[in-house]
Protein backbone atom coordinates (compact mmCIF):
# COMPACT_ATOMS: atom_id res chain seq x y z
CA UNK A 1 0.00 0.00 0.00
CA UNK A 2 2.88 2.30 0.40
CA UNK A 3 4.05 2.50 -3.01
CA UNK A 4 -0.17 3.14 -4.19
CA UNK A 5 0.08 6.03 -1.74
CA UNK A 6 3.46 7.32 -3.41
CA UNK A 7 2.35 7.34 -6.38
CA UNK A 8 -0.99 9.23 -5.60
CA UNK A 9 1.03 12.15 -3.72
CA UNK A 10 4.09 12.27 -6.32
CA UNK A 11 0.90 12.96 -9.11
CA UNK A 12 -1.11 14.91 -7.11
CA UNK A 13 2.33 16.99 -7.15
CA UNK A 14 2.04 18.10 -10.48
CA UNK A 15 -1.86 17.61 -10.64
CA UNK A 16 -1.81 14.99 -12.80
CA UNK A 17 -4.30 13.54 -10.48
CA UNK A 18 -6.73 15.51 -10.37
CA UNK A 19 -6.51 15.58 -14.73
CA UNK A 20 -6.85 12.10 -14.42
CA UNK A 21 -10.09 12.15 -12.70
CA UNK A 22 -11.48 15.28 -14.51
CA UNK A 23 -10.90 13.87 -18.09
CA UNK A 24 -11.30 10.07 -17.34
CA UNK A 25 -11.73 8.90 -20.85
CA UNK A 26 -9.29 11.14 -22.56
CA UNK A 27 -6.56 9.69 -19.67
CA UNK A 28 -7.80 6.22 -20.36
CA UNK A 29 -7.26 6.47 -23.99
CA UNK A 30 -3.55 7.89 -23.64
CA UNK A 31 -2.49 5.13 -20.77
CA UNK A 32 -4.46 2.17 -22.22
CA UNK A 33 -4.62 2.03 -26.28
CA UNK A 34 -3.51 5.42 -27.68
CA UNK A 35 -6.08 7.29 -30.10
CA UNK A 36 -9.60 6.06 -31.29
CA UNK A 37 -9.36 4.89 -35.25
CA UNK A 38 -9.37 7.51 -37.59
CA UNK A 39 -13.21 7.80 -39.13
CA UNK A 40 -14.30 9.98 -42.22
CA UNK A 41 -16.08 11.82 -39.82
CA UNK A 42 -13.10 13.08 -37.21
CA UNK A 43 -10.75 13.90 -40.48
CA UNK A 44 -13.70 16.02 -41.68
CA UNK A 45 -14.05 17.91 -38.37
CA UNK A 46 -10.18 18.02 -37.66
CA UNK A 47 -9.85 20.48 -40.51
CA UNK A 48 -10.49 24.44 -40.18
CA UNK A 49 -11.64 25.81 -43.65
CA UNK A 50 -10.51 29.29 -44.50
CA UNK A 51 -12.87 30.99 -46.98
CA UNK A 52 -12.48 34.08 -49.03
CA UNK A 53 -15.06 36.96 -48.54
CA UNK A 54 -18.87 35.74 -48.54
CA UNK A 55 -20.65 36.45 -51.65
CA UNK A 56 -17.38 36.52 -53.69
CA UNK A 57 -17.13 34.00 -56.87
CA UNK A 58 -13.62 32.69 -54.83
CA UNK A 59 -16.19 31.54 -51.98
CA UNK A 60 -18.40 30.32 -54.09
CA UNK A 61 -15.90 28.41 -55.95
CA UNK A 62 -14.54 27.44 -52.51
CA UNK A 63 -17.63 26.12 -51.19
CA UNK A 64 -17.99 23.91 -54.36
CA UNK A 65 -14.41 22.40 -53.51
CA UNK A 66 -15.15 21.45 -49.73
CA UNK A 67 -18.50 20.04 -50.82
CA UNK A 68 -16.43 17.96 -53.26
CA UNK A 69 -13.58 17.30 -50.54
CA UNK A 70 -16.56 15.66 -48.18
CA UNK A 71 -18.23 13.12 -50.47
CA UNK A 72 -14.26 12.36 -51.65
CA UNK A 73 -13.72 11.32 -47.78
CA UNK A 74 -16.51 9.70 -47.26
CA UNK A 75 -16.93 8.06 -50.52
CA UNK A 76 -13.37 7.44 -52.01
CA UNK A 77 -10.84 7.08 -49.10
CA UNK A 78 -10.46 3.75 -48.17
CA UNK A 79 -10.27 2.61 -51.44
CA UNK A 80 -6.62 3.85 -52.87
CA UNK A 81 -6.09 6.18 -50.68
CA UNK A 82 -6.71 5.50 -46.78
CA UNK A 83 -7.99 8.65 -44.12
CA UNK A 84 -4.55 7.87 -42.64
CA UNK A 85 -2.83 8.97 -46.15
CA UNK A 86 -5.04 11.95 -46.41
CA UNK A 87 -4.03 13.14 -42.81
CA UNK A 88 -0.44 12.46 -43.42
CA UNK A 89 -0.36 14.18 -46.73
CA UNK A 90 -2.08 17.05 -44.72
CA UNK A 91 -0.43 17.41 -41.39
CA UNK A 92 2.69 14.59 -41.31
CA UNK A 93 1.11 13.04 -38.45
CA UNK A 94 -0.38 9.28 -39.09
CA UNK A 95 -2.95 9.76 -36.66
CA UNK A 96 -4.88 12.51 -34.75
CA UNK A 97 -2.99 12.86 -31.54
CA UNK A 98 -4.90 11.83 -28.08
CA UNK A 99 -5.35 15.55 -27.08
CA UNK A 100 -5.35 16.78 -30.64
CA UNK A 101 -3.19 18.99 -32.29
CA UNK A 102 -2.14 22.47 -30.71
CA UNK A 103 -3.68 23.92 -34.12
CA UNK A 104 -6.36 22.31 -36.16
CA UNK A 105 -5.05 21.48 -39.79
CA UNK A 106 -5.98 24.01 -42.40
CA UNK A 107 -7.83 23.71 -46.16
CA UNK A 108 -6.83 26.68 -48.61
CA UNK A 109 -7.70 26.90 -52.21
CA UNK A 110 -5.54 27.00 -55.44
CA UNK A 111 -6.77 29.65 -57.07
CA UNK A 112 -3.75 30.99 -58.92
CA UNK A 113 -2.58 29.53 -62.23
CA UNK A 114 1.16 28.52 -62.53
CA UNK A 115 2.64 29.88 -65.89
CA UNK A 116 -0.70 30.19 -67.48
CA UNK A 117 -2.15 26.40 -66.53
CA UNK A 118 -4.98 25.68 -63.44
CA UNK A 119 -3.60 24.01 -60.55
CA UNK A 120 -5.45 20.55 -60.65
CA UNK A 121 -3.79 18.38 -58.01
CA UNK A 122 -3.98 19.02 -53.93
CA UNK A 123 -0.63 20.51 -52.39
CA UNK A 124 0.01 19.72 -48.88
CA UNK A 125 2.43 21.97 -46.76
CA UNK A 126 3.28 19.64 -43.55
CA UNK A 127 4.80 22.28 -41.83
CA UNK A 128 1.90 24.72 -41.29
CA UNK A 129 -0.72 21.61 -41.93
CA UNK A 130 -2.36 22.65 -44.80
CA UNK A 131 -4.05 21.08 -47.31
CA UNK A 132 -4.50 22.93 -50.67
CA UNK A 133 -7.35 22.33 -52.49
CA UNK A 134 -7.85 22.92 -56.40
CA UNK A 135 -11.19 24.67 -57.89
CA UNK A 136 -13.21 24.98 -60.43
CA UNK A 137 -13.15 21.19 -61.61
CA UNK A 138 -15.98 18.93 -61.82
CA UNK A 139 -16.31 16.31 -58.99
CA UNK A 140 -15.08 13.19 -61.09
CA UNK A 141 -12.29 15.22 -62.41
CA UNK A 142 -11.65 16.63 -58.37
CA UNK A 143 -11.74 12.63 -57.19
CA UNK A 144 -8.97 12.08 -60.35
CA UNK A 145 -6.86 14.51 -59.26
CA UNK A 146 -7.14 13.81 -55.65
CA UNK A 147 -6.63 9.96 -56.24
CA UNK A 148 -4.05 9.65 -58.43
CA UNK A 149 -1.82 13.18 -57.36
CA UNK A 150 0.06 13.73 -54.84
CA UNK A 151 -1.32 11.51 -52.36
CA UNK A 152 -0.88 8.19 -54.30
CA UNK A 153 2.79 9.37 -55.13
CA UNK A 154 3.43 9.72 -51.69
CA UNK A 155 2.12 6.18 -51.36
CA UNK A 156 4.71 5.19 -53.68
CA UNK A 157 7.61 6.71 -51.67
CA UNK A 158 6.58 5.18 -48.88
CA UNK A 159 6.55 1.69 -50.26
CA UNK A 160 10.12 2.12 -51.60
CA UNK A 161 11.61 3.18 -48.36
Excluded at 15 to 26: C, R
Excluded at 90 to 101: C, N, R
Excluded at 115 to 141: H, I, S
Excluded at 144 to 150: D, L, Q, R, S, V
Aim: include cysteine.
Amino acid sequence: MYLCERLKTGLETLGVLNAIKEHSSIMEELFCGGPPPLSAASLLDLFSVHYSLKGSNRRALEEVAVTYWRDWIIEFAGESVTLQDVLVFASGASAIPVFGFKENPNIIFLHENIDGNRRMFPEANTCTMTLKLPVGQEYDEFCHFMTTGPILLYLIAIEKV
